[in-house]
């Protein structure tokens, strides 16, 4: 799930600001030469809190200020269009955006344009989303944008990102607070020695400011984790502030005041039992003493039985829906599936706790920040045969017992009681549980290569099947079977194919049948095949040491490959290429040949143990890869008698 309020930062929000005031000590000319190859920079991204105290509680308003520099004519291609952000937690309520053309000519945007800006997952932000264009966009001149906001709930400061998609010449942020407030604040990223702080302490207030000069682009990949795991940002929060009568109030002090907050928005709910609820679950249930199978059941039915759709607004955004009414819509958030499975659990006799999580796309742990923006996501935690299973009500495909994939190695924070909570690291599901197994059988004929597919999936590989076949539609489908079946050449053609996947169980299996024209290569008498069907990582060598950000994996895994090639009758093996095994401390593989009887086999085995590659790593990464590409050159040949 994707946390809104941690990508707000990475919006390029343009500045409104004196052009001399920031370019006096240095020109168009010097900053075009100082970035020959860049389209545009920003001159300026600036954000400024203020923080006070207002009917006892924390106050606080931003003012962004930004202004990006066009250095080309052509920047204004896809440069000229920008947006900003507006929620009921961070709400604008004023803002300016002209274009201060290279002439000094100010011309200002009067068309705006609002809509909802819904992410992939929703936690808690209502987002909506205002564009436009900035008008005479060309050499030299200078974009601006000044947002001004109210943050309703203190307890959400976004983090602040030093960095964009082009380079920053100042960025910076600055917090003003109340000199007897205490303000915590953590450095995360690649280049948090690049960023300079100063803390200057007046008679009513004190001012940090964290200025990163000459931040360059930001550099993104692919395969990368998400961008608060190394982008370089600044998050801050209040950990107590002294109210009007001079009495310490603690804010987020610690984790009790993070669980207080969290609780705060259970409390209440889910009281009693509807008769349609209560039905449900005995039926369920019915005829069952394990408390396991009840758990089972109970989470499946919550998986197939209600949609999941994300929606928020404000503090729906925190407080799950009662399960009553859940079970009634049919749907719901993934709080609201925290709720009606917590509920039903309970009332099955079954120990079940409210469960706030962050998943993997965010680098926080609960145990280091008691912050609201640990967590993006909502789960139901239960306590069966004294182990914690954590059920992921959102992810229809997932096996009882797993986590859900993006939820390993997280923090949870498990709800207990009005005063008692748990702090539990969810575990990440080892490669042993996770593994595809493809088996081809091939034949030589004198149209070419005719052949079987037998593939079998556990663990994660048999969710992401089981989700194909209930999201994709039957074209799309085809094609996408057709594209994890393809091997040998482009030349591959898919026949028939079918998907075995019973609903509740760890496995799946796939089988298919396949042709392959010109594959293999009769010279004479002689037939001289490559059995690499599949040259797995070609060209994904990790440009090292030049790269400095980690790679993501879904989860760790062992894959299989076995081909298996009849051996024509009259014909015997003339040259059957040797094998190599290579691991390192990284990964590895395994390649190997052999004949038994009149089969050539040729088993590959490939392993990751890592869900997150960091770069210290990626020297042992292409190590293996220097190994494995040779061997993917060698052809057998088969001769006649």
Same mark, same amino acid.
């Given at each position: 799930?994707?946390?809104?309020?941690?990508?707000?930062?990475?919006?390029?929000?343009?500045?409104?600001?004196?052009?001399?005031?920031?370019?006096?000590?240095?020109?168009?000319?010097?900053?075009?030469?100082?970035?020959?190859?860049?389209?545009?920079?920003?001159?300026?991204?600036?954000?400024?809190?203020?923080?006070?105290?207002?009917?006892?509680?924390?106050?606080?308003?931003?003012?962004?200020?930004?202004?990006?520099?066009?250095?080309?004519?052509?920047?204004?291609?896809?440069?000229?269009?920008?947006?900003? @952000?507006?929620?009921?937690?961070?709400?604008?309520?004023? @803002?300016?955006?002209?274009?201060?053309?290279?002439?000094?000519?100010?011309?200002?945007? /009067?068309?705006?344009?609002?809509?909802?800006?819904?992410?992939?997952?929703?936690?808690?932000?209502?987002?909506?989303?205002?564009?436009?264009?900035?008008?005479?966009?060309?050499?030299?001149?200078?974009?601006?944008?000044?947002?001004?906001?109210? #943050?309703?709930?203190?307890?959400?400061?976004?983090?602040?990102?030093?960095?964009?998609?082009?380079?920053? $010449?100042?960025?910076?942020?600055?917090?003003?607070?109340?000199?007897?407030?205490?303000?915590?604040?953590?450095?995360?990223?690649?280049?948090?020695?690049?960023?300079?702080? /100063?803390?200057?302490?007046?008679?009513?207030?004190?001012?940090?400011?964290?200025?990163?000069?000459?931040?360059?682009?930001?550099?993104?990949?692919?395969?990368?984790?998400?961008?608060?795991?190394?982008?370089?940002?600044?998050?801050?929060?209040?950990?107590?502030?002294?109210?009007?009568?001079?009495?310490?109030?603690?804010?987020?002090?610690?984790?009790?005041?993070?669980?207080?907050?969290?609780?705060?928005?259970?409390?209440?709910?889910?009281?009693?039992?509807?008769?349609?609820?209560?039905?449900?679950?005995?039926?369920?249930?019915?005829?069952?003493?394990?408390?396991?199978?009840?758990?089972?059941? $109970?989470?499946?039915?919550?998986?197939?039985?209600?949609?999941?759709?994300?929606?928020?607004?404000?503090?729906?955004? !925190?407080?799950?829906?009662?399960?009553?009414?859940?079970?009634?819509?049919?749907?719901?958030?993934?709080?609201?599936?925290?709720?009606?499975?917590?509920?039903?659990?309970?009332?099955?006799?079954?120990?079940?706790?409210?469960?706030?999580?962050?998943?993997?796309?965010?680098?926080?742990?609960?145990?280091?920040?008691?912050?609201?923006?640990?967590?993006?996501?909502?789960?139901?935690?239960?306590?069966?045969?004294?182990?914690?299973?954590?059920?992921?009500?959102?992810?229809?495909?997932?096996?009882?017992? !797993?986590?859900?994939?993006?939820?390993?190695?997280?923090?949870?924070?498990?709800?207990?009681?009005?005063?008692?909570?748990?702090?539990?690291?969810?575990?990440?599901?080892?490669?042993?549980? #996770?593994?595809?197994?493809?088996?081809?059988?091939? +034949?030589?004929?004198?149209?070419?290569?005719?052949?079987? =597919?037998?593939?079998?999936?556990?663990?994660? !590989?048999?969710?992401?099947?089981?989700?194909?076949?209930?999201?994709?539609?039957?074209?799309?489908?085809?094609?996408? =079977?057709? #594209?994890?079946?393809?091997?040998?050449?482009?030349? !591959? =053609?898919?026949?028939?194919?079918?998907?075995?996947?019973?609903?509740?169980?760890?496995?799946?299996?796939?089988?298919?049948?396949?042709?392959?024209?010109?594959?293999?290569?009769?010279?004479?008498?002689?037939?001289?095949? #490559?059995?690499?069907?599949?040259?797995?990582?070609?060209? +994904?060598?990790?440009?090292?040491?030049?790269?400095?950000?980690?790679?993501? @994996?879904?989860?760790?895994?062992?894959?299989?490959?076995?081909?298996?090639?009849?051996?024509?009758?009259?014909?015997?093996?003339?040259?059957?290429?040797?094998?190599?095994?290579?691991?390192?401390?990284?990964?590895?593989?395994?390649?190997?040949?052999?004949?038994?009887?009149?089969?050539?086999?040729?088993?590959?085995?490939?392993?990751?143990?890592?869900?997150?590659?960091?770069?210290?790593?990626?020297?042992?990464? /292409?190590?293996?890869?220097?190994?494995?590409?040779?061997?993917?050159?060698?052809?057998?040949?088969?001769?006649?008698?």
């Amino acid at each position: 799930m994707k946390n809104k309020n941690l990508t707000l930062s990475f919006i390029l929000i343009l500045a409104l600001t004196a052009r001399p005031l920031l370019t006096g000590a240095q020109s168009f000319e010097s900053v075009k030469k100082q970035y020959p190859d860049q389209q545009a920079v920003l001159l300026s991204k600036t954000q400024h809190y203020t923080i006070s105290i207002k009917d006892g509680q924390p106050y606080v308003e931003s003012r962004d200020v930004q202004q990006i520099e066009y250095l080309t004519a052509q920047a204004s291609a896809y440069l000229s269009q920008y947006s900003f @952000y507006n929620s009921d937690f961070q709400q604008v309520v004023a @803002y300016e955006a002209y274009t201060q053309t290279a002439r000094d000519k100010k011309l200002k945007v /009067n068309a705006f344009k609002t809509s909802s800006s819904m992410d992939d997952f929703v936690f808690y932000d209502d987002v909506k989303e205002t564009t436009f264009d900035f008008p005479s966009v060309g050499e030299g001149a200078v974009g601006n944008l000044e947002v001004s906001r109210i #943050n309703k709930n203190p307890h959400l400061l976004n983090p602040f990102y030093f960095a964009s998609y082009v380079p920053v $010449i100042n960025s910076e942020l600055k917090i003003s607070a109340p000199k007897d407030m205490v303000i915590r604040y953590r450095l995360m990223g690649t280049d948090t020695a690049k960023v300079e702080l /100063n803390i200057e302490k007046k008679r009513h207030e004190n001012i940090y400011t964290f200025r990163f000069p000459n931040c360059p682009a930001e550099k993104r990949y692919g395969d990368a984790p998400d961008q608060p795991w190394y982008a370089t940002h600044v998050i801050f929060y209040i950990d107590s502030y002294q109210d009007e009568n001079g009495n310490r109030i603690r804010y987020l002090s610690n984790l009790d005041d993070l669980y207080q907050l969290n609780y705060s928005f259970t409390k209440t709910i889910n009281t009693g039992l509807q008769p349609e609820l209560k039905y449900i679950v005995d039926s369920l249930t019915a005829g069952s003493s394990s408390l396991r199978e009840r758990a089972k059941r $109970i989470y499946s039915w919550v998986q197939h039985q209600i949609k999941y759709v994300a929606f928020e607004q404000g503090m729906e955004g !925190f407080i799950p829906r009662d399960a009553n009414l859940v079970c009634k819509r049919r749907f719901g958030d993934c709080k609201d599936m925290s709720s009606i499975l917590t509920t039903m659990m309970k009332a099955a006799g079954i120990p079940a706790y409210y469960t706030w999580i962050g998943t993997r796309n965010l680098p926080y742990a609960f145990s280091d920040l008691p912050l609201p923006l640990v967590s993006n996501h909502m789960i139901c935690t239960i306590r069966v045969d004294d182990q914690y299973i954590f059920l992921d009500g959102t992810d229809p495909t997932c096996i009882f017992g !797993f986590p859900s994939a993006g939820i390993q190695e997280k923090e949870a924070m498990i709800s207990i009681s009005e005063k008692e909570y748990k702090i539990l690291k969810v575990p990440a599901i080892s490669k042993k549980e #996770n593994t595809l197994t493809d088996s081809t059988w091939l +034949e030589l004929t004198d149209q070419g290569i005719e052949g079987r =597919i037998k593939k079998i999936f556990t663990g994660y !590989f048999s969710m992401h099947q089981k989700g194909k076949l209930q999201y994709s539609n039957k074209a799309d489908l085809k094609d996408e =079977i057709k #594209n994890e079946c393809s091997r040998g050449s482009n030349k !591959f =053609i898919l026949d028939s194919f079918q998907i075995e996947a019973v609903p509740g169980q760890d496995s799946a299996a796939l089988t298919a049948s396949f042709r392959l024209p010109d594959y293999a290569r009769k010279l004479g008498p002689d037939w001289y095949l #490559n059995l690499n069907l599949f040259k797995f990582y070609e060209h +994904e060598e990790i440009d090292y040491p030049k790269r400095k950000i980690p790679i993501a @994996y879904n989860f760790k895994y062992r894959r299989s490959y076995v081909t298996l090639l009849k051996i024509p009758e009259g014909y015997k093996v003339d040259y059957l290429p040797k094998g190599k095994s290579y691991h390192n401390a990284v990964w590895g593989f395994d390649l190997q040949y052999e004949q038994k009887g009149n089969l050539l086999i040729l088993t590959q085995e490939f392993d990751n143990d890592h869900l997150m590659l960091e770069p210290d790593q990626f020297a042992l990464w /292409n190590k293996v890869l220097e190994n494995l590409f040779p061997l993917y050159k060698e052809t057998l040949s088969l001769t006649k008698i």
